[in-house]
């Protein structure tokens, strides 16, 4: 079993304007990053 994190990392849901996913971590509880957030 894997270990559980207190913080978990996860990458940014969006994507850029190439359509390619977003590099940048998502910051909270939410699935996308500050620059993606609106």
Do not use: F, I
Request: aromatic residues 0%; contains cysteine; charged residues 40%.
């Amino acid at each position: 079993m894997a270990k559980a994190k207190a913080a978990k990392k996860v990458r940014c849901a969006s994507k850029t304007k190439e359509g390619k996913k977003c590099k940048n971590m998502a910051s909270g509880k939410s699935k996308n990053c500050a620059a993606h957030k609106k």
